[in-house]
């Protein structure tokens, strides 16, 4: 997830994204401008994960690829400046639905991909088809101000399909939804299968994970009133002016 949550708009050197600082930087269309800055949810990262993996292992490769891939699909908004994916085979699936392909993932957002769902109406925590892009991300951007980090927790098969484990974590330090938020950390765990090509780009990103670990945190707190948890998500927003980071 899909997607970390905080980054402001400066230029600055990121060890888990080295895509940021390509060359051709000045020449790509950034969805807010210019480059984001990660330094908030990699403090969280680095205070948080359970493994340091060694420099140059399989596991770190595959954790950077995956922040730079999130990294590209919440703040790029041309698949021709993606340096990460093969925009002509690229296919994302999760927990089995069919595949988004590039250009679909791109208008959706991270956060509506991995959280669309086909169950009734009346049991939706969260309802993709009626957010955006931008909303999608001022959303979980409120409820986790310092971001919502992501990690390798191991690597079971080589390229060119990589079979891993991840874990997603975060903070619940601001509204969701209507519910106030705990202070509490909200984390979930799911798998991943990455085919890549030749030259390591991503043909296809399968993700299996249970959405309801997610949700459980995120509804615990009890529920406020609808005008405090827009004021607070516009807070959010006009605060960083861009969406959410893995």
Known sequence: ??????????????????????????????????PPTYDDVNNLFEEGRTTVWPEGSLEEKVQNAIKSWEMELSHKTRLQDFRTINPDKFKLIVNGREGLSAEEALELGSYNALLKSSVPEQFKYYKAEEESFESSHDVFRSAFPRGFA???????????????????????????KGHAPTGEMV????????????????????????????????????????????????????????????
């Open 150 to 176: 992501w990690e390798v927790i191991g690597v079971y098969s080589p390229p060119p399909l990589i079979t891993y484990k991840f874990r997603h974590w975060g903070f619940f330090e601001g509204p969701f």
């Open 187 to 246: 984390e979930f765990y799911g798998l991943g299968i990455l085919k890549v090509d030749e030259t390591l780009k991503a043909e296809e990103v399968e993700i299996y994970y249970d959405p309801s670990e997610l949700f459980a945190g995120l509804l615990k707190g009890p529920e406020i009133s609808e005008k405090d948890d827009s004021s607070n998500a516009s807070a959010a927003a006009a605060a960083h002016q861009c969406p959410v980071v893995h």
């Open 1 to 34: 997830m899909a997607k970390e949550v905080q980054e402001s708009v400066t230029e600055a050197r990121d060890k888990y994204r080295s895509i940021l600082h390509d060359e051709d930087a000045d020449n790509i269309h950034w969805r807010h401008g210019a």
